[in-house]
């Protein structure tokens, strides 16, 4: 059976925005029931063409950005693609945002609110980032 694996991602830094990508690959792609809430921070570095690079943290982060490796976004791109992980924008994060869905990674599903996304998380696995 399945685990049920619900993340979310609230934070803009680079470390924060890798881990939470390799936790949702590589539950997606082990077969796992994969959802990201995309929120805050965090969803500014999904639009196309705008916003900054996230910043590190610290050194782990900077040598990320150093060794060039798979990235945050090609990660999550694999998980939604390969894995079928569900990849949602925070519908309110959006409206504060004034993001419309042209604007998101095309990988990127349909805006969910946090009730909902907190009903489908019962019972299984929550992150957060």
Known sequence: MANRIS????????????????????????????????????????????????????????????????????????????GDAKIHPCSMAVDVLGVGADELEPWVGEPLGLTKFLSDAHGGQVWTF
Request: no cysteine; charged share 15%.
């Open 7 to 82: 993340i979310v991602v609230v934070s803009g830094t680079l470390e924060r925005l890798q881990m939470a990508a390799m936790v949702a690959s590589v539950g997606a792609v082990s077969g796992d029931e994969v959802t990201v809430f995309l929120s805050m921070n965090a969803l500014q570095h999904f639009t196309l063409g705008k916003g900054e690079p996230p910043a590190a943290e610290g050194s782990f982060g900077r040598l990320l950005q150093e060794k060039k490796g798979p990235g945050y976004r090609q990660l999550f791109q694999s998980a939604a693609e390969l």
